[in-house]
Nanobody, 123 residues
Framework: QVQLVESGGGLVQTGGSLRLSCAAS????????MGWFRQAPGKERDVVAQ????????YYADSVKGRFTISRDNAKNTVDLQMNSLKPEDTAAYYC????????????????WGQGTQVTVSS
């Protein structure tokens, strides 16, 4: 069982930066692939970035490559998402997820979710 709590969302202007953090409880955090997803109103929850349990493999959606960076600290049970050069189209609720799959390919492969944190980018 893993419980996830996100923080760090807010309102930022175009071109600004935000850092999201996800704190996990549970002794097996280091065995999960972790991901950040986002969901805009009326749209599906889409992957933004994923990181393997060791932190040696990452995946980014094309729309955020070069702007976002995912990282994890297994000693602190945290996974962060550094978001730079933010655009209005990045506006969404951002969710942290945990998956026991080696290489999850969609939100359906994630068993645990946080409550979400809102990111709003003004133009």
């Amino acid at each position: 069982q893993v419980q996830l709590v996100e923080s760090g969302g807010g309102l930022v202007q175009t071109g600004g930066s935000l850092r999201l953090s996800c704190a996990a409880s549970g002794r097996t955090f280091s065995s999960y692939t972790m991901g950040w997803f986002r969901q805009a109103p009326g749209k599906e929850r889409d992957v933004v970035a994923q990181i393997s349990w060791k932190g040696d493999r990452t995946y980014y959606a094309d729309s955020v490559k070069g702007r976002f960076t995912i990282s994890r600290d297994n000693a602190k049970n945290t996974v962060d998402l550094q978001m730079n050069s933010l655009k209005p189209e990045d506006t969404a609720a951002y969710y942290c997820g945990a998956s026991s799959y080696f290489a999850p390919t969609s939100a359906r492969a994630y068993e645990y979710w946080g409550q979400g944190t809102q990111v709003t980018v003004s133009s």
